[in-house]
């Protein structure tokens, strides 16, 4: 009877060690794809960075006409590679544990796999002439998307992907904000510095439609008060005190992007505005509104020049400018 009790209590033993070393192996199973999971999804959170990298390097790098073809095919192949990558997402191999972090993270990359793809697209447009203002203002909106897929990569993926290793009690490498950001410069999600950027590859010598290109400074107005050369007109300061600026079209096309700038007294104090008229369609004049936004000094003639930028094919710019003086008073 003696020897059963025992025969039966080391058999009870033997099945809860099995059980225990049962369970310990599913653990370290478990514990070890997660950790694979995190290993292969920091890869491709690396080279979705780099697609970042690529990306503001193909939109902001000077460039002439030449260059702009290189950066149009090297907008495509990004384009490729975006969408091989949103790919490899979505054929992780995923614990169960990990499936919601696995849902956030591909609809990110799959996000900048769709603005990449639109950016690609819209590049030629927003580097020809006729086309531009349309073009650059969609790969502006683009950058609204970009910054959607890092919100959710580092208030969603990250958060629920960290949590559940807590959970789990699982030592893995989560990938720090900066990684999960592809938008560094929020000077990129304003349409204006986009424009900038994009008209620096372009290039001043960009490709022109035939004909007559050229634009004029008409009138200039300052707080209400006309400006005119060899004048020194009073201008009282307010806080809505702000340059109206008449530019004429007097060429044969619609020029678009067309920029204005002020400079305000001179030197290491002078206070520099500028301003952009999106289109000007031919023969027709357009008024821009421009801020002065710092202080100038009173009781004092002070300096004024507006300058209106040569637009791509415009060979005479005489009368792109206007020097002008004023006393500025309280």
């Not at 990684?179 to 986009?194: H, S």
């Not at 424009?195 to 009138?219: E, K, M, N, V």
Request: charged share 25%; hydrophobic share 40%.
């Amino acid at each position: 009877m003696v020897r059963r009790t025992i025969a039966a209590g080391a058999a009870i033993l033997v099945f809860i060690l099995l059980v225990i070393a049962f369970k310990g192996c599913l653990n370290a199973r478990k514990e070890r794809n997660m950790e694979d999971y995190v290993r292969n999804s920091n890869e491709l959170v690396a080279l979705s960075k780099a697609e970042s990298r690529r990306l503001f390097d193909i939109l902001s790098a000077p460039s002439d006409q030449s260059q702009a073809v290189d950066r149009q095919n090297q907008a495509n192949t990004l384009k490729v590679d975006s969408a091989t990558l949103a790919d490899r997402a979505n054929n992780l191999d995923v614990p169960d544990q990990l499936s919601k972090a696995q849902d956030y993270f591909v609809e990110s990359l799959e996000l900048r796999r769709d603005a990449l793809a639109i950016v690609a697209d819209q590049l030629p447009g927003a580097l020809a002439q006729e086309e531009r203002r349309s073009s650059t203002a969609r790969i502006a909106q683009m950058m609204q998307v970009f910054l959607a897929s890092d919100v959710l990569l580092r208030s969603r993926y990250k958060v629920v992907l960290s949590d559940a290793l807590d959970k789990e009690n699982v030592d893995a490498q989560v990938p720090k904000d900066p990684e999960l950001t592809f938008v560094e410069d929020i000077q990129w999600l304003q349409p204006d510095y986009v424009a900038d950027q994009i008209s620096g590859i372009r290039g001043s010598s960009g490709t022109a439609t035939p004909g007559l290109h050229g634009d004029g400074l008409g009138a200039v107005s300052l707080g209400g008060v006309t400006l005119a050369a060899g004048a020194a007109p009073s201008v009282q300061l307010t806080r809505d005190t702000a340059f109206d600026i008449e530019v004429v079209n007097q060429g044969d096309s619609t020029e678009t992007d067309v920029g204005v700038t002020v400079t305000v007294s001179s030197g290491a104090d002078a206070i520099k505005l500028e301003e952009t008229i999106p289109e000007i369609a031919a023969g027709e004049a357009k008024h821009v509104s421009i801020p002065l936004s710092s202080q100038p000094p009173t009781g004092q003639q002070v300096p004024i020049t507006v300058n209106v930028k040569a637009v791509p094919g415009e060979e005479v710019t005489d009368n792109n400018k206007g020097e002008f003086t004023a006393i500025f008073t309280r």
